[in-house]
Structures are given as structure tokens and as C-alpha cells.
């Protein structure tokens, strides 16, 4: 089945060490969103790729970035994780980037900052 | 500013019907999505809404009115699986969702 995978699924990490969150999909789409979510909040968009574009938003801190080597795969670095950045962090695509383009979303990665 | 409003939480009785509104003010329209949220795990998608009326799927409707910045998702025949929060999302004129923090809906016996 196409899907969205997201590994791993609970990361702990040390305040202030770097880590990195993955995303991989096989429903071939063009766009891919990392959004980050906190307890009963709304999902928050952190960035997102139209294929090799990368669109930052203007909220997103300096200390997240992103890459994405190819159409399957989207990493999210958190340079150095405080204790605010814990949260569920979900990896979303969708085939285009225009009217009723329904994302697909991943299990996501919940990440614990100790 | 953008903004999306949902109550936080409703409860209902398994069996009953429920309806989850949801009130938006946007930069632009691009249709209005509803997903449904199990806790600990990632949106689900539900239903998607550009023009005006009632969209039927199952024990799932969802209604837009453009004009009022208003839709509502109705959910009949509840069951306890359908414990979960509900989110409203819509899609600005950036192409962008706007999310709503969420519905959580709680089934009782």
C-alpha cells in the first residue's frame, strides 16, 4: 500500500544534542510538509517542499531546518532541541500544491527532549 | 488574522448523532477539509468541501456555507471508534491550511 512512513516513532533526545527525524513515502507526490503538533493544539506548519523548492515559514525558528535528497524522503534537524520543541512532529505530503489537494499524513515521530 | 474555531470538547452517546461546528475567517478560500485525530496518532483525512451544501460518506456528512464562513461535520450511528478529536482545516488563498486546534469528541455507553 502507498503510504507515508515516519522513523522513528518516539525519539528522546539530551537538551541542546542535534537529532534528526525522517519521512519517506511511496505515493510519488510533489509536495512534502513537516508540520509540528502539541498537546490538544492544531497541527503547526513548520515548512514544506514543492519538489526541490523549499518553502520556509516565516514562524519557523533558525534552529529547524530541513532536507530533502530526493522525492522520498524529507528529513527534519532540530540543530539543538530545547525543552519547548517536544511535541509530535508530522511528515505530510500531497500530490500538488493547489485547491482540494488532500494531505496524507504519516504516524508521526513524538520526540521527548529530557 | 487567520482563524479557525472549534468548541474544544462535546461528549455523546453511542448510537446518537453528533454535530461538530466549525466557524473560519481566511485570506482566500480554497475548500474546507475535516480530519479525524486518534490520540497519539496522525490525522486521518475525512471529508473535503469547496462549494456550498451537504457532502454525504458513510456515517459522515460534512456542510459548507461560504457566505456565513461555517461548516459543520455530522456523525450518526456513533460508535465508540469514533472517539477521537476532530480537526477543521482550510486551505487559504496561498494554498496553505489553516488548522483548527481540534474537537475532542468523547463517546459514552
Known amino acids: 500500500d502507498a503510504m507515508v512512513i515516519q522513523n522513528p516513532r518516539y525519539q528522546v533526545t539530551q537538551f541542546g544534542k542535534p537529532v534528526t527525524l525522517s519521512c519517506s513515502q511511496t505515493?510519488?507526490?510533489?509536495?512534502m510538509y513537516w508540520y509540528q503538533q502539541k498537546s490538544s493544539q492544531a497541527p503547526k506548519l513548520l515548512f514544506h517542499?514543492?519538489?526541490?523548492?523549499?518553502?520556509n515559514e516565516a514562524d519557523t525558528p533558525d534552529n529547524f531546518q530541513s532536507r530533502r535528497p530526493n522525492t522520498s524522503f524529507c528529513f527534519l534537524d532540530i540543530r539543538s532541541p530545547g525543552l519547548g520543541d517536544a511535541a509530535m512532529y508530522l511528515c505530510?505530503?500531497?500530490?500538488?500544491?493547489?485547491?482540494?489537494?488532500?494531505?496524507?499524513f504519516g504516524p508521526g515521530t513524538r520526540l521527548l527532549v529530557l | 488574522g487567520q482563524n479557525i474555531d472549534q468548541p474544544t470538547e462535546m461528549t455523546a452517546t453511542e448510537g446518537a448523532i453528533v454535530q461538530i461546528n466549525c466557524t473560519y475567517q481566511?485570506?482566500?478560500?480554497?475548500?474546507l477539509f475535516w480530519y479525524q485525530q486518534h490520540a497519539g496518532e496522525a490525522p486521518t483525512f475525512l471529508s473535503y468541501?469547496?462549494l456550498d451544501g451537504l457532502e454525504e460518506k458513510g456515517r459522515f456528512s460534512s456542510f459548507l456555507s461560504r457566505s456565513k464562513g461555517y461548516s459543520y461535520l455530522l456523525l450518526k450511528e456513533l460508535q465508540m471508534k469514533d472517539s477521537a478529536s476532530y480537526l477543521c482545516?482550510?486551505?487559504?488563498?496561498?494554498?496553505?491550511?489553516?488548522w483548527g486546534a481540534g474537537t475532542k469528541l468523547i463517546i459514552k455507553p
Open positions: 505515493l510519488n507526490h510533489n509536495v
Open positions: 481566511t485570506s482566500g478560500f480554497n475548500g
Open positions: 482545516a482550510v486551505m487559504d488563498s496561498n494554498y496553505q491550511l489553516i
Open positions: 505530510a505530503t500531497s500530490s500538488d500544491f493547489s485547491g482540494g489537494e488532500t494531505q496524507y
Open positions: 517542499y514543492y519538489d526541490k523548492d523549499f518553502n
Open positions: 468541501n469547496v
